[in-house]
């Protein structure tokens, strides 16, 4: 199957600093989307992207589908303690199918 | 609006014993997945559902796992005999078709 590379795996920062995360694919994906699951939830959608060169925000949040098709990358600016969580990364590929593949997951803890 | 519904929260059980998990999709939405999630192998899809027909079992582990979707509101995964190592938290996501997934709260599984 498909292989999601997520990094870095887990981050510590302080309250107030800027995060950037990405995800890359071993092939062309069609649609990118980012994902938080805070402790005992399930993972809730943050951004979708759908066009290569993609760039779309919400709030403190921006993502961008890359170029080449087969990376995106979440940037979260201005953290703050609830941003606390895992942040995954997830993409449908070129086959047609419905299913998505999920990244591994970044931890990220804010210090306050 | 109600989200993806999954009963029960919170199980636990001894081995050998047959387990079986709930969910209820979001109404409109087509297609339902099953994933696994555990700290060891991350989000793994199980099985994902179109128009309540099953599309791609691949994930099951073996047979002992089996999934059923008799009507669009309704599916379930049942485990039996139970392991210890299945072990996890079990998700369920509903879609429209093509579209990104909602995640239920999932169900939290122990095997003893």
């Known amino acids: 199957g498909q292989q999601l590379n997520q990094s870095p795996q887990s981050m510590f920062i302080q309250e107030g600093e800027d995060v950037s995360m990405n995800c890359t694919s071993s092939s062309i994906f069609n649609t990118w989307l980012w994902y938080k699951q805070d402790p005992g939830e399930g993972p809730v959608l943050l951004i979708a992207l759908y066009k290569a060169g993609e760039l779309t925000s919400n709030g403190r949040l921006t993502a961008q589908f890359g170029i080449t098709r087969k990376d995106s990358f979440l940037n979260i600016s201005a953290s703050i303690p609830s941003d606390v969580g895992i942040y995954f990364c997830a993409g449908r590929d070129q086959t047609g199918a419905n299913n998505l593949f999920f990244g591994t997951g970044t931890r990220l803890t804010v210090i306050p | 609006d109600a989200g993806v519904i999954q009963s029960p929260r919170h199980e636990v059980t001894e081995m050998g014993q047959e387990v079986t998990l709930r969910c209820k999709p979001i109404s409109g939405h087509n297609s339902l997945f099953w994933y696994r999630q555990t700290m060891m192998r991350g989000l793994e899809l199980l099985i994902y559902f179109n128009n309540n027909v099953p599309i791609d079992d691949s994930g099951m582990p073996e047979d002992r796992f089996s999934a059923k979707m008799p009507n669009a509101s309704f599916s379930t995964l049942k485990i039996q005999p139970s392991e210890p190592r299945d072990s996890a938290v079990y998700f369920c996501?509903?879609?429209?078709?093509?579209?990104?997934?909602?995640f239920g709260p999932g169900t939290r599984l122990l095997v003893l």
């Open positions: 996501a509903s879609s429209p078709p093509w579209e990104t997934q909602y």
